[in-house]
């Protein structure tokens, strides 16, 4: 099995990426650094025996630079769309294409790669979109669909992660639609900190002093080894099936993976259906076109 993880170098996505290494998959980095993905990769090889990995050169913020992923990944089982930017603060950023900087890369760049990478996956292929809890009381707002006149960071972030879950549920129902065997399902982390995360240097460095600060936060959230865990269900597990969304099991901020059922904001298939239209439209793309 060959599975591409989007933004592998660094947080749930490094878990993500050693964790189905572990389980036998050869699994492909895609990072713009390749200073980064060489130390995951590093640090991946140290943890598991054996492990078959490598990286590929991926901006998500710059769509033009999709084109050539396309030979460099080869084919695939599966891919993961978990990369993302969270901006903390104003002023308001736009990618390489002009794309405010978190609706651009955490959606429209998942939405390019996807359309890209199609034709690369398997006949019973899986992807799977990494989304986010903060978006599960989130609404899109077409009339401003990238905060050009109302910008504030983290609902603009929240927004982009909305808009990446209900593209995956809209891609699925497209592939059921078309007949496909291909599954887009999404999986989210629930709480994942840093201070709970085991250490892998020099990916991520976790002092006494972090863990213990951390301590607290334990009864209810987890590190971003757990957190990778409902990611890594979704594209090993052989029951899964597509449109579903899996996340931690206690109150969908930690624990083992299980089915959730869909977020309220995740059952509006007018809305999915139109974003998909509007995203055509930006990136020139159509994943099933």
Known sequence: MHVLVTGGNAGIGYFAAEQLASAGA???????????????????RSHVSGAKIRHVRLDLADLASLEPVVNAVGALDALV????????????????DGHEMMFGTNHLGHFALVARL???????????TTGSFAAKS?????ADLQSERDYHPKRAYERSKLAQMLFALELDRRLRAAGSKRLSVVAHPGGALDSLTPSRPPVHVRTAGQWLRGLPARALLQGKDAGARPAVRAVLGPDVAGGQLWGPRTFGLRGRPRLEPRWANLTEDPSAARLWAESVTLTGLDPLG
């Open 26 to 44: 050869e699994v492909t980095i895609g990072s713009r650094d390749a200073a980064k993905a060489d130390a995951a990769a590093a640090s991946i």
């Open 118 to 128: 199609l034709p690369n996956l398997a006949p019973d292929g899986r992807i799977v």
């Open 138 to 142: 989130s609404s899109l707002d077409f």
């Open 81 to 96: 769309c978990n990369a993302g930017v969270m901006l903390d603060e104003p002023p308001r950023r736009e990618t390489a």
